[in-house]
């Protein structure tokens, strides 16, 4: 017969759910996801996958107006997950993939 084994809470307790430092780590990595989860901010992090677009080539390619272009691009820069430099008249934006190898490896560290 198969016994089943009780689980108490600190079975089922994980890294994840520790206080402290661990606890800030999951704040910073839900307040990424919402910003990332809208599905316009997801298709410019594509594109900018291949490399720097000005905002102006983003949202042709996303299909939105430049002034929505530019608000996503306002938020994921605030939230750390792009930058940008001026280039004439242009502003030009990249990943910050410092950013993102941390934030992948918060989320493999928590999965």
């Known amino acids: 017969m ?4 009780k689980l108490t809470s600190a079975t089922v ?7 402290g430092k661990t606890l800030k780590k999951v ?3 839900s ?5 990332i989860s809208e599905a316009n901010r997801l298709k410019i992090l594509c ?6 677009r000005c905002a102006c080539d983003i949202a042709r390619d996303i299909g939105v107006s ?9 938020t994921l820069k605030e939230g750390g997950v792009v930058e940008s430099r001026r280039k004439g ?5 990249r990943l910050r993939k410092e950013s993102l190898n941390k934030f992948n490896s918060i989320l493999n560290n928590l999965f």
């Open 27 to 29: 704040k910073k990595t």
């Open 47 to 52: 594109i900018l996958k291949r490399g720097e």
């Open 13 to 19: 307790m994980s890294e994840c759910c520790l206080p």
């Open 31 to 35: 307040d990424l996801l919402k910003i």
């Open 2 to 5: 198969n016994k089943i084994k």
């Open 89 to 93: 008249l242009e502003i030009i934006y």
């Open 66 to 74: 430049q002034n929505l272009a530019s608000h996503h691009l306002k």
